[in-house]
């Protein structure tokens, strides 16, 4: 995986292109490309990449040209993988096109030049791209289906920059960081707004589209969605269909010049992935990865959501496929650390305010990434499948509201505070949390599809689907991206891949839920991959911590925070609500969250120049 910045101006005078600044910006992405670094300028644009080495790494180099007489046509500056580039190569010499490179990198290129922007409806795999095409003097910035990789965008320099991460544009000097009431709101309100990039003035190129930049201004364009068709095979053959789809999506996104490997909780979506895994491996046995706390599987305490440890379901699913695997175990002290904190906001550009749950997956792919380059993941199968519980709740179905955030308000104990809770209350009210989720929520219920002769719960499944795959699959695919690509390890989401997701999305809810149970429609197609324990084990999230000294630690350090006479590192955290919180619940995992997130706050605005327009 890579990491792309640039800029691009149609008023500048020519042979002055600010090329210090797109290298500085470029700077910003060694973590996602530690292998190498190149600029490509013109008098209207400048083009940054940093490589992540992974097909064909002895050559690829970019940004990558097409050249004629002399003069250059095209130029990319490209992250991602297309899974489908062999394909594409071999259709494209049919054309009469010519490659000097095995790198898929090198096929984009080709693509657009035969098929110009429609070129992105070819491409089966997760991407951000910016092309330049000198012909026109247009500048296109192009993003995959899903949303698997990040590029954001701003107006700068005299023009438009983009970057993959806000970090790049931030890097600018005519760029500031500022956050505005809505962006506060965006960021507090764990809805995922497409295009909302939190920073004032910056945007995030939407999941599906593609951003036109000429002389004439910016243009948005949709080039896929999903969409609402009759479903028309039976429950056998949509078991089969599915069963295909999954396999050739692993068989395909196992390709690579790199070490790779995948990662293993023990559930029925990693298990899966790593059983179709296997079959790709040749280079010996299948490196795979589990998570776990010092203690947890002999401390483990059930809850709501977690009815069993994954530990023993990891070992379980190793053995049974023959992997090279290894856990990493991390100690509570490492997850309530400073300066893996610091590093996830770093990563992440934001204070997500996920705790444990972040540090201990930039940790997990720390770990990894000494071993292997590229692993797989589960990610996306649980939206698509309906594999949370609260698919399954009838309150939660029937709650006009997100439906994560329904589930959390049903699922948290009377009494325990929200996780804003430590903010100031005349900001709090003036943010109107509330009805700002209520105002997404609606607009996000609007542009889901609905299917003529569909029943109320056909239709409420399918908006709840909807719903779970635009707003909820961004987030997660954005948290995975950002903090494995922190350490230069990239990660791939078969669930994800737009040709299973397209199918699986108009099959029926009653298919879906054949025997009763959540993900029946995904265990009847691998049941024969798995061990029947794991087959039917039950939906477990990523675990947390549950070492009492997590919270305890992080309890002593914000109060040693509030009793620091600087208020500027305090900034949004307001000290005598947060006294109040902490001193009215005695349980630290009562507060847990809200302390989280008001020490994620602190660290953002003490690493970022941030200023507040509230």
Avoid at 425 to 441: E, M
Wanted: charged content about 25%; overall charge negative.
């Amino acid at each position: 995986m890579c990491g792309i910045t640039g800029w691009t101006s149609y008023d500048r005078v020519p042979g002055t292109p600010p090329v210090e600044a797109v290298a500085a910006m470029t700077r910003t992405m060694a973590c996602r490309g530690p292998d190498d670094a190149g600029l490509w300028s013109a008098p209207h644009a400048v083009l940054g990449h940093r490589r992540l080495a992974v097909i064909d790494p002895d050559a690829g180099q970019q940004p990558i040209t097409v050249e004629e007489n002399g003069r250059t046509l095209l130029a990319l500056t490209y992250s991602g993988e297309v899974y489908n580039h062999r394909q594409l190569r071999t259709k494209l010499r049919g054309r009469g096109h010519h490659f000097r490179t095995r790198s898929d990198t090198e096929v984009v290129l080709r693509a657009y030049l035969e098929w110009g922007p429609s070129f992105a409806t070819r491409l089966d795999g997760m991407y951000a791209l910016a092309l330049w095409d000198a012909r026109t003097r247009e500048l296109l910035l192009v993003r995959d289906r899903l949303g698997i990789k990040p590029l954001y965008y701003c107006r700068g320099g005299g023009g438009l920059l983009f970057a993959s991460e806000p970090k790049g544009l931030l890097a600018h000097p005519d760029v500031e960081a500022v956050v505005d009431q809505d962006g506060l709101r965006e960021l507090l309100g764990l809805t995922k707004t497409p295009g909302h990039a939190v920073y004032a003035g910056m945007h995030e190129v939407r999941p599906g589209h593609l951003i036109r930049v000429r002389d004439s201004g910016v243009r948005e364009e949709r080039y896929w969605a999903l969409e609402a068709v009759e479903h028309t095979d039976d429950l056998p053959t949509t078991v089969a269909r599915v069963r295909s789809l999954l396999s050739d999506a692993v068989e395909r996104q196992t390709v690579a010049d790199v070490p790779w490997g995948t990662l293993l909780s023990g559930g029925l979506d990693s298990s899966v992935v790593t059983a179709l895994a296997v079959r790709s491996s040749t280079a010996g046995p299948l490196h795979s990865f589990h998570v776990t706390f010092e203690g947890h599987d002999r401390d483990f305490r059930p809850d709501h959501e977690r009815a069993d440890a994954d530990v023993p379901f990891a070992r379980l699913m190793a053995d049974h496929c023959g992997t090279e695997h290894q856990e990493i175990v991390l100690p509570a002290g490492a997850l309530s650390a400073d300066a893996h904190l610091d590093a996830v906001v770093r990563a992440r550009d934001l204070p997500m305010g996920l705790g444990d749950g972040d540090a201990s997956l930039y940790l997990l792919f720390r770990a990894i990434r000494r071993q292997v380059t590229v692993v797989l993941s589960g990610e996306g199968s649980d939206e698509l499948f309906g594999g949370y519980w609260w698919f399954h709740d009838p309150q939660v179905v029937a709650a006009e509201w997100f439906p994560w955030l329904a589930a959390l308000r049903v699922a948290t104990p009377p009494g325990v505070p929200p996780r804003e809770a430590l903010l100031d209350p005349g900001l709090l009210k003036q943010l109107d949390l509330d009805t700002y989720r209520r105002d997404r929520y609606s607009d996000a219920v609007r542009e889901a599809p609905r299917l003529a002769g569909e029943g109320p719960q056909e239709r409420r499944m399918r908006e709840m689907v909807h719903l779970h795959l635009t707003r909820s699959v961004p987030f997660l695919l954005d948290r995975k991206d950002r903090l494995s690509m922190a350490v230069g390890l990239e990660l791939r989401v078969p669930f994800c891949d737009h040709r299973l997701v397209e199918y699986v999305f108009n099959v029926p809810w009653s298919m879906k839920t054949s025997d009763g149970r959540e993900k029946s429609l995904l265990r009847s197609a691998v049941r024969h991959l798995l061990p029947d324990t794991v087959a039917d084990r039950v939906k477990s999230p990523y675990p947390l911590v549950q070492d009492p000294a997590y919270a305890e630690e992080n309890r002593r350090k914000l109060t040693a925070l509030l009793d620091r006479t600087d208020p500027a590192p305090r900034a949004l955290i307001d000290p005598a609500a947060a006294r109040l919180v902490l001193e009215s619940h005695g349980n630290p995992e009562a507060t847990r969250r809200a302390v989280e997130l008001a020490l994620s706050l602190h660290s953002w605005l003490r690493q970022y120049p941030v200023r507040l327009d509230l």
